[in-house]
């Protein structure tokens, strides 16, 4: 053989070996990320709305509850969008003639429900229930993020089976008192400080203390989980890893 190949055709054939396992590598692993990337899941796009409708007014800055508007959230396995009735209980009075309540008033006029586009869809074979979440403790800005800062809400979850794995695992790690679940920045902006002041705290009152620590820790956990399945960056596009979080007040979780 040695008359008909060259001595450098070992190198080339080993090369070309190599980089073939490498290129199947790389090809598979685009493929898993692409498959859990905001651009194929279409977390963190907003949705084009008939009618402009800001969570961040109404729920963040007139501090309207969830339940005003999700009324079957607690009681049943779908959360609920308020019908046209509910918004007419304020804007038959308030912004009575602002051009952007057109589409309200109109559904108002001839009882034709606003078509509202979903955010957050399952596939049909999936089975979800709200209820059983939220009566568990599990906050909705554990799953939908701060929908109290979007002016146009998006899918803050991959929504993949992944992603309701991870927390089935482990979901003790997820749960917060049952009173906090409406709460949006949960867990308190004070607890992610507490090392600071740890002695004192510990010393001062055993109680406290216990309290801050389960809250560091909770901290901690829902950093790592966010950065893996929900908080993904919104500006990187296809190839992202979970690497920055979203919320003006992302130091929570740090
Ligand atoms: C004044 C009524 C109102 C209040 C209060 C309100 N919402 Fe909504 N919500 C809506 C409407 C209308 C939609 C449909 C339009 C949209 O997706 O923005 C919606 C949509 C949603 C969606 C996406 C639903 C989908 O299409 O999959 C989530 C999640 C949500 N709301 C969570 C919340 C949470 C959490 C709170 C409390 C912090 C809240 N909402 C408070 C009216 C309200
Ligand atoms: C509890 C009272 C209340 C309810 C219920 C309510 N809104 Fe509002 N809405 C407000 C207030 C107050 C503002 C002004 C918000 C601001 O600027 O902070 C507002 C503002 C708006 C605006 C912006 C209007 C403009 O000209 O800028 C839209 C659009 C709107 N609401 C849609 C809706 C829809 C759709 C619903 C029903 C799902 C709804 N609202 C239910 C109180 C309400
Ligand atoms: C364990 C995760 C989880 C929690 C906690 C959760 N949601 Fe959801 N939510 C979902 C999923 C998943 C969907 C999509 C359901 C579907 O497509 O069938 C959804 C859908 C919705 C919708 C769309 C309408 C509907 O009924 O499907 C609204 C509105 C909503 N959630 C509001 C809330 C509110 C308000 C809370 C807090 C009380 C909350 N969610 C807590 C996961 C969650
Ligand atoms: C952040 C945590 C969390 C996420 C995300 C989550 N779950 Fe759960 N899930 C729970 C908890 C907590 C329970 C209650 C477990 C218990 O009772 O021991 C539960 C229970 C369930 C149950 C059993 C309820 C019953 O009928 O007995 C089903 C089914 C379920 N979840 C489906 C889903 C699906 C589907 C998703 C993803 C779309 C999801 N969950 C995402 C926390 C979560």
Redesign the pocket.
């Known amino acids: 053989m040695g008359q008909i190949f060259n001595r450098s055709t070992n190198f080339i054939s080993k090369t070309t070996i190599f980089g073939a396992v490498f290129f199947i590598g790389i090809t598979i692993w685009m493929l898993l990320e692409f498959n859990r990337s905001s651009y194929y899941t279409q977390a963190f796009f907003p949705r084009e709305q008939p009618v402009q409708f800001s969570h961040k007014h109404h729920a963040g800055d007139d501090g309207i509850d969830c339940r005003y508007c999700h009324t079957t959230v607690e009681k049943l396995a779908y959360a609920g969008i308020p019908p046209t009735k509910t918004c007419m209980n304020c804007h038959s009075q308030i912004w009575a003639d602002s051009p952007y309540l057109e589409p309200v008033r109109e559904s108002w006029r001839t009882g034709n429900p606003i078509k509202w586009t979903r955010v957050y869809d ?1 596939p049909d074979f ?4 709200h209820s ?2 939220v009566n ?3 906050g909705c800005s ?2 939908h993020g701060r929908v109290d800062l979007m002016p146009l809400t998006y899918q803050a ?1 991959s ?1 993949q ?1 992944e ?2 794995l ?3 695992r482990q ?2 790690m ?2 917060r008192p049952k009173s906090q679940v409406f709460q949006m920045d949960w867990p308190p902006a004070e607890w992610a400080h507490s090392e600071d002041n740890d002695e004192r705290t510990n010393s001062n009152t055993g109680h406290r203390g216990i309290r801050r620590e389960s809250g560091r820790e909770e901290s901690r956990r829902s950093s790592i ?1 966010y950065r893996r399945f929900s908080i993904i960056n919104p500006r990187s596009s296809i190839l992202d890893r979970p690497s920055s979080l979203l919320h003006p007040r992302s130091s929570i979780f740090r």
């Open positions: 399952l999936v089975y979800f229930n059983i979440h568990k403790g599990v554990t799953c979850a929504l089976m992603w309701c991870q927390c089935h979901p003790e997820f749960i989980f």
